[in-house]
């Protein structure tokens, strides 16, 4: 492990890192010694006026597609040289084991920037449609306003499109993992960037992020966190009708239908519902299952949960670390608690504390949940699984749809057929086919309460474009 400064005291504006206009800062937590690592600016709403002012001054309506690659491809140059230092920032500021931090927290990033490349490589910014030309615009200035499960994930889906698309960016990341980006922001000062391009603000969300969303001279709002803050960012942003965009919370479900291959279906389901320590508004945290092989399941659930080691994120043998912050462990055992006031049927975890120190959850499991119950029902954003049976398909769509998310999940069959004929009925933005792979040029976004707009490859670049009309004579 390498040891880094992890007190930041300056913002980056308009090319420069600078001192805020105040003096507050915010302390960063390391959720597996809950001991502060270091510190960031607790930016104020001066500092976002001096930002999207910067952003504004750097739009360029005009910009050639040139010039976007060249910045595009000095991006990803220069944040892939720093992917190894961001990796153990990660580990240190929200617990991701380094296993994780190595592979999902920062290569993935990396194939969804070089995907964004691809995107604009191939895309055409003009077309005819009977006597109208068709162009396709930079949006303008963007307010980009990120949560702490990937850090540099999320920052990169908004980031790098908004780069590719010829927008400019004022930036906020989360109190909880901020210094991810902060080092990212950094490889961005190496790529050469022309001042005003991309600005990092920090700062509390409810100072920081409102103006962010509510600034009038703001033309976009991308957000991805919980659904409650993202009906505020779309209620500030819509005083000035600007557009947004919104990844918010989820509650996918796995659906395994009769004649799917179980054993499998199970093992990815279990891996998807603790990736992260349970951390990602994508996992599959209700397990459906027909009725007729529930005990089956539930004892190969019980084995999968068994090989989770929970410990240490600088080991390499652990799969899941803490709770990223004391708020969200306490969250979690909160969930776990009320699940059995309801009735759920405990199956392996629960709510005792499994190490001294540090914010550590025990993968956790809970049969005869009922779908209408908080747990089959509310995000969790913690290592807990819902094990729920059903009697046919026409049961399994109806739990299916009946949250008020509708962001990802996977159906399981016999065949592709039978599955892909199933998943077209559930409203939700992503589904995994029979174990399919993730896909990184895949639009990715969500139905109902779990926001609206696209991220990754075309779709996602395209969210930054404005389409004009020209009647030509």
Same mark, same amino acid.
């Given at each position: 492990?390498?040891?880094?400064?992890?007190?930041?005291?300056?913002?980056?504006?308009?090319?420069?890192?600078?001192?805020?206009?105040?003096?507050?800062?915010?302390?960063?937590?390391?959720?597996?010694?809950?001991?502060?690592?270091?510190?960031?600016?607790?930016?104020?709403?001066?500092?976002?006026?001096?930002?999207?002012?910067?952003?504004?001054?750097?739009?360029?309506?005009?910009?050639?597609?040139?010039?976007?690659?060249?910045?595009?491809?000095?991006?990803?140059?220069?944040?892939?040289?720093?992917?190894?230092?961001?990796?153990?920032?990660?580990?240190?500021?929200?617990?991701?084991?380094?296993?994780?931090?190595?592979?999902?927290?920062?290569?993935?990033?990396?194939?969804?920037?070089?995907?964004?490349?691809?995107?604009?490589?191939?895309?055409?910014?003009?077309?005819?449609?009977?006597?109208?030309?068709?162009?396709?615009?930079?949006?303008?200035?963007?307010?980009?306003?990120?949560?702490?499960?990937?850090?540099?994930?999320?920052?990169? =889906?908004? $980031?790098?499109?908004?780069? /590719?698309?010829?927008? @400019?960016? +004022?930036?906020?990341?989360?109190?909880? !993992?901020? #210094?991810?980006?902060?080092?990212?922001?950094?490889?961005?000062?190496?790529?050469?960037?022309?001042?005003?391009?991309?600005?990092?603000?920090?700062?509390?969300?409810?100072?920081?992020?409102?103006?962010?969303?509510?600034?009038?001279?703001?033309?976009?709002?991308?957000?991805?966190?919980?659904?409650?803050?993202?009906?505020?960012?779309?209620?500030?942003?819509?005083?000035?009708?600007?557009?947004?965009?919104?990844?918010?919370?989820?509650?996918? =479900?796995? $659906?395994?239908?009769?004649? /799917?291959?179980?054993? @499998?279906? +199970?093992?990815?389901?279990?891996?998807? !519902?603790? #990736?992260?320590?349970?951390?990602?508004?994508?996992?599959?945290?209700?397990?459906?299952?027909?009725?007729?092989?529930?005990?089956?399941?539930?004892?190969?659930?019980?084995?999968?949960?068994?090989?989770?080691?929970?410990?240490?994120?600088?080991?390499?043998?652990?799969?899941?670390?803490?709770?990223?912050?004391?708020?969200?462990?306490?969250?979690?055992?909160?969930?776990?608690?009320?699940?059995?006031?309801?009735?759920?049927?405990?199956?392996?975890?629960?709510?005792?504390?499994?190490?001294?120190?540090?914010?550590?959850?025990?993968?956790?499991?809970?049969?005869?949940?009922?779908?209408?119950?908080?747990?089959?029902?509310?995000?969790?954003?913690?290592?807990?699984?819902?094990?729920?049976?059903?009697?046919?398909?026409?049961?399994?769509?109806?739990?299916?749809?009946?949250?008020?998310?509708?962001?990802?999940?996977?159906?399981?069959?016999?065949?592709?057929?039978?599955?892909?004929?199933?998943?077209?009925?559930?409203?939700?933005?992503?589904?995994?086919?029979?174990?399919?792979?993730?896909?990184?040029?895949?639009?990715?976004?969500?139905?109902?309460?779990?926001?609206?707009?696209?991220?990754?490859?075309?779709?996602?670049?395209?969210?930054?474009?404005?389409?004009?009309?020209?009647?030509?004579?």
């Amino acid at each position: 492990m390498t040891n880094h400064e992890y007190d930041r005291t300056t913002l980056y504006i308009d090319g420069q890192w600078v001192a805020p206009a105040a003096t507050g800062t915010i302390d960063v937590v390391d959720p597996a010694t809950e001991e502060v690592i270091g510190h960031v600016p607790g930016g104020t709403e001066a500092d976002v006026d001096v930002a999207v002012a910067a952003a504004r001054r750097a739009f360029d309506p005009l910009i050639g597609v040139d010039e976007r690659r060249q910045r595009l491809d000095a991006v990803i140059t220069a944040m892939e040289k720093r992917l190894p230092q961001i990796a153990e920032t990660i580990t240190r500021e929200m617990g991701a084991p380094i296993r994780i931090s190595q592979t999902v927290q920062t290569q993935v990033p990396l194939a969804v920037a070089r995907g964004f490349a691809d995107a604009l490589a191939d895309f055409e910014f003009s077309e005819r449609i009977g006597n109208s030309l068709v162009v396709r615009e930079p949006y303008g200035v963007v307010s980009a306003i990120t949560p702490w499960n990937y850090p540099l994930y999320q920052v990169v =889906a908004k $980031v790098l499109p908004a780069i /590719a698309a010829g927008c @400019t960016v +004022v930036l906020k990341p989360s109190n909880e !993992a901020p #210094l991810s980006v902060f080092e990212f922001v950094e490889a961005l000062d190496d790529a050469g960037l022309p001042p005003g391009v991309v600005n990092l603000v920090s700062g509390p969300g409810s100072v920081i992020g409102e103006r962010m969303a509510a600034h009038p001279d703001v033309d976009f709002v991308s957000f991805t966190g919980s659904t409650e803050v993202g009906a505020r960012v779309g209620e500030l942003a819509g005083r000035n009708i600007k557009k947004v965009a919104l990844e918010l919370g989820g509650k996918s =479900a796995n $659906v395994i239908l009769d004649g /799917a291959d179980l054993a @499998t279906a +199970v093992r990815v389901g279990v891996g998807n !519902a603790f #990736l992260n320590g349970g951390q990602t508004c994508m996992a599959w945290t209700r397990m459906l299952v027909p009725l007729s092989r529930y005990s089956e399941a539930l004892d190969l659930v019980a084995a999968a949960v068994a090989k989770y080691t929970v410990g240490d994120p600088w080991d390499p043998a652990t799969r899941i670390g803490p709770s990223a912050s004391q708020r969200q462990f306490e969250t979690v055992l909160g969930f776990i608690e009320r699940a059995s006031r309801d009735g759920a049927r405990l199956v392996a975890g629960g709510p005792e504390k499994i190490r001294d120190t540090g914010y550590y959850v025990a993968p956790t499991v809970f049969a005869d949940v009922l779908p209408d119950s908080d747990l089959g029902q509310e995000e969790v954003f913690g290592p807990v699984l819902a094990v729920i049976p059903f009697r046919d398909s026409d049961e399994a769509l109806e739990i299916a749809n009946g949250t008020p998310y509708g962001l990802s999940g996977a159906v399981w069959a016999a065949d592709d057929d039978t599955a892909i004929a199933f998943a077209r009925q559930v409203q939700t933005g992503q589904l995994d086919i029979n174990g399919g792979k993730y896909n990184p040029a895949a639009p990715f976004g969500g139905y109902k309460k779990s926001g609206v707009g696209r991220e990754l490859g075309r779709f996602g670049f395209e969210e930054y474009l404005q389409t004009k009309s020209l009647q030509l004579p």
